[in-house]
């Protein structure tokens, strides 16, 4: 999949209310049909809780597409029993289901094959060191599954923090989510019919959509898949970051060239409606170009290259919208040797953008 446009967004968004009426809570938020007739859900502080003293509640949306995503948050106040499906995705050729296993710690991906996640506290037992449980089930017209935990792709140790499975023989489209065993307590259920998106393609919060992911990453997308020379064989995918963290400490696992990008700040100098259902927002967005060479003078030369290959790839391939996503101001600031034993580079990038966006799906 790849980054969520401004057309892509959570279709329904369950914030601990009742899932048949979620028209209030914003607009295009369609609400959840309950399957069955189980009556054991109910509001319980902030949370829809389902318990299984009859026969719990399935709920779920019918979509026309055929990749999906599910995002919740809950918490266990009796574990389920071993089988009992949480979630589910079925595009109607493949399905894919989220299972509760014996215990009050672990998960399992259900589909061609079966994965088990590792411990996850899933009743929150460890009282002030609990850490909330939200889980993300995605589904693609291909078949490919994939559970992430916590909203993590890769751990400290760059390990892969999902579970994927090839989807079984799927019946009917559908989006689902619930229990009919033990009673959980369903903090949060997002659901989008419009792809499989992982945490860095979709955030709940529009606004994280709207400026890491859709200026930040996107960015460093676009300039990982540049064809332009030096950019393509000069600088390695693996060294064109994101810059969560450009400490020299940091930055030194990387060996040069590398290209870190940040967003550095963004502003709303004016609403375009009244009621602000329409904004401007401007994103200063920042390059570091880092190089090391044999002398500063092929250090120096060969970041230039790069710099100029990295803007030209940018400045031709985004901001092109007009009215609602422009590439309006940059500055470039290059480095010079100060140090007689200085044979490291680093050219600076500033970028503007000036983009329009619908406040409304929030």
């Known amino acids: 999949m790849a980054i969520a446009t401004t057309n892509q967004y959570w279709t329904s968004r369950m914030n601990g209310g009742n899932p048949a009426s979620l028209t209030e809570?914003?607009?295009d938020n369609e609400s959840f049909t309950l399957t069955g007739t189980g009556s054991?859900?109910?509001a319980v502080g902030d949370s829809w809780q389902i318990a299984?003293?009859?026969?719990g509640q399935l709920w779920s949306v019918t979509p026309t597409t055929n990749e999906y995503s599910i995002i919740v948050c809950f918490k266990y106040t009796a574990t389920p029993a071993d089988g009992t499906v949480l979630l589910k995705l079925d595009n109607g050729t493949h399905k894919a289901e989220v299972q509760a296993t014996s215990d009050a710690n672990k998960v399992k991906l259900v589909g061609t094959s079966t994965v088990t996640s590792r411990e996850l506290d899933l009743s929150q037992a460890d009282s002030f060191d609990a850490v909330p449980?939200?889980?993300r089930l995605t589904l693609d017209s291909t078949g490919k599954a994939r559970l992430y935990m916590r909203e993590i792709i890769e751990d400290s140790d760059a390990q892969t923090n999902y579970l994927e499975v090839t989807g079984s023989t799927g019946s009917s489209k559908t989006i689902q989510w619930g229990n009919t065993d033990g009673t959980i307590l369903?903090?949060?259920?997002y659901v989008t019919n419009m792809g499989a998106f992982s945490p860095d393609e979709l955030s709940t919060s529009?606004?994280?959509s709207d400026s890491l992911l859709r200026m930040g990453l996107s960015l460093v997308e676009r300039l990982k898949d540049s064809k332009r020379f030096f950019l393509k064989n000069m600088v390695n995918n693996s060294s064109?970051?994101?810059g969560y963290d450009i400490s020299s400490q940091m930055v030194s696992r990387l060996a040069p060239p590398t290209i870190h990008v940040i967003l550095q700040s963004l502003e709303s100098p004016e609403f375009d409606t009244l009621g602000g259902t329409r904004i401007t927002q401007n994103y200063q967005v920042i390059l570091f170009i880092t190089t090391r060479g044999t002398d500063y003078e092929n250090s120096y030369r060969t970041a230039m290259e790069i710099a100029g290959d990295a803007f030209d790839e940018l400045y031709t391939n985004t901001g092109l919208q007009g009215t609602t996503d422009s590439l309006i101001d940059y500055t470039i600031n290059f480095d010079t040797k100060t140090d007689d034993d200085e044979v490291i580079c680093v050219h600076r990038m500033e970028l503007t953008y000036m983009r329009r966006l619908n406040m409304l799906h929030r």
């Open 25 to 27: 809570f914003g607009q």
């Open 133 to 135: 449980i939200i889980l």
């Open 52 to 55: 299984s003293a009859g026969s």
């Open 40 to 42: 054991d859900g109910s």
């Open 240 to 242: 064109i970051v994101y």
């Open 206 to 208: 529009s606004f994280v």
């Open 186 to 189: 369903w903090n949060n259920v």
